[in-house]
């Protein structure tokens, strides 16, 4: 069919054709795979333009506002399921039934604790760490403790990697702030949910062992989970995808992931919007900070704002805006200044014919910094519960990457722009 084929014309070469690729919704791709072979390399940094791989798991639409996970629209997930039904969509590609369910639930209960050894790792930290930091690392380290089951051809140890990672990461993550508070760790407690027990190890004390998180807070804590748990391609995606492609174990590739998320224009936006609504301070203060938002000589930008791929509302913040609501209102904290603040610069810039015309919509960050606040959770905290929450898109990517040979390492090329060859001078002559 004539449109199956993109017709190339470069100088001085025959039209080269390329196969037009469909996938099951979203825009075709061209497939330039051939195209080294006739002298050329496409250009495309950011990859504003590129697919970089097939992928079943997630779909989204920017345009209309449409993030779907296995074919599951997120507003319906976030109310009619758990995370860990979410987690076990992602990575098997359907819901599970209740058997199935409850054969989940306790492998990742099984695995929810960490090496005592580990809790080493954390000591060689100073207390004032960015948790992130020592996320990094002790996701990294687990590797350590695993070498007997991470061969990464193996389907049975590949599965266990990610059991073993949704498992350990929100142990991990509670560790992270015990350490900085200088509390004593909690252990994980397989009688309570994912959200529950992830808060419990937050919050719960030794001397308060009857302490259990409040059941709405819990629920809202699940639909951060869920909310964040895959976004296709993504920065931190597409880091693990690229660390995977070296046939690197999955363990290292999740901390390398966690890695490119720290970044305030990915995961870290959550913790800079609320450092950023810190700053404003006062409603009379955001027409200043719209103002700098708007200067392309000041590098300010609105945190929690735009997005690569949403050119209308993020359908995740939509739903994260009522959990917000409903969240502050539950601990009567509706009149909250942060919150107020909040509410009226958004509403502020979605009026702004600058956010307008460049379609600059609230994205998730912008709302769950908030919730985490009034949950009690510390700023440098909020990053790494995007983590825990995007370890099961990161190894779902992973595993999808690993069980669709070809597995070919990720090797861009590039524009060469530094000199040609020339004569080394010796120093004398310098
Ligand atoms: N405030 C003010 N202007 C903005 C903003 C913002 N938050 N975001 C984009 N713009 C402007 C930008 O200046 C540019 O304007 P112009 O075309 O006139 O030069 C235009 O919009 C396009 O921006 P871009 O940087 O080329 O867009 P991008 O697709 O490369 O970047 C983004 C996307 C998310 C990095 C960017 O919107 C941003 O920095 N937002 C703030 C950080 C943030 O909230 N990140 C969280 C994203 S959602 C969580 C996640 O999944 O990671």
Request: proline share 6%; charged share 20%.
């Amino acid at each position: 069919m004539a449109d199956d084929k993109a017709i190339l014309n470069l100088p001085g070469k025959e039209p080269i054709e390329l196969t037009i690729k469909k996938g099951t919704l979203g825009q075709p791709v061209i497939d330039i795979q051939q195209l080294g072979q006739h002298g050329y390399f496409t250009f495309d940094p950011g990859f504003m333009s590129t697919a970089a791989c097939e992928s079943k798991i997630t779909y989204i639409d920017g345009d209309k506002g449409i993030l779907l996970h296995r074919g599951y629209l997120i507003s319906e997930l976030v109310e009619k399921a758990d995370y860990l039904e979410v987690c076990y969509l992602l990575l098997n590609g359907e819901l599970p039934n209740a058997t199935q369910k409850a054969n989940f639930i306790a492998k990742i209960n099984q695995h929810s604790m960490v090496h005592e050894q580990l809790r080493s790792i954390f000591q060689g930290f100073p207390r004032s760490s960015h948790p992130m930091s020592i996320m990094c690392g002790a996701v990294g380290g687990l590797s350590a403790f695993y070498h007997d089951s991470l061969d990464i051809n193996n389907p049975d140890h590949r599965n266990l990697a990610a059991i073993r990672l949704i498992a350990k990461l929100p142990t991990l993550a509670a560790m992270a702030y015990k350490y900085s508070i200088g509390q004593p760790y909690i252990y994980p407690l397989n009688t309570l949910s994912y959200a529950e027990n992830f808060l419990n190890m937050m919050f719960a004390l030794p001397a308060n062992p009857d302490f259990r998180p409040d059941p709405l807070l819990s629920k809202a804590m699940d639909q951060i989970f869920i909310l964040h748990a895959d976004h296709e391609q993504n920065a931190s995606t597409s880091t693990v995808r690229t660390a995977g492609s070296s046939a690197a174990d999955p363990l290292a590739c999740i901390a390398a992931g966690i890695s490119a998320l720290w970044g305030p224009a990915h995961g870290g936006a959550n913790e800079a919007a609320l450092n950023m609504l810190e700053q404003i301070g006062t409603e009379d203060n955001i027409a200043k900070y719209i103002a700098r938002a708007k200067d392309k000589n000041d590098s300010f930008r609105l945190m929690g704002f735009g997005h690569r791929i949403y050119k209308n509302y993020d359908p995740r913040a939509a739903v994260m805006r009522k959990t917000c609501h409903d969240v502050l209102e539950h601990l009567n904290l509706l009149d909250d200044p942060i919150f107020k603040l909040a509410m009226k610069l958004e509403d502020i810039a979605l009026h702004d014919p600058y956010f307008i015309e460049h379609k600059l919509y609230p994205n998730v960050d912008f709302y769950s910094g908030i919730v985490l606040r009034a949950l009690g959770i510390p700023k440098n905290m909020y990053t790494v519960i995007f983590a825990v929450a995007r370890t099961v898109g990161w190894i779902a990517n992973w595993n999808e990457m690993l069980s669709t040979p070809p597995l070919r390492i990720t090797r861009p090329r590039q524009l060469y722009t530094g000199y040609a060859q020339r004569e080394f001078v010796p120093i004398k002559s310098r």
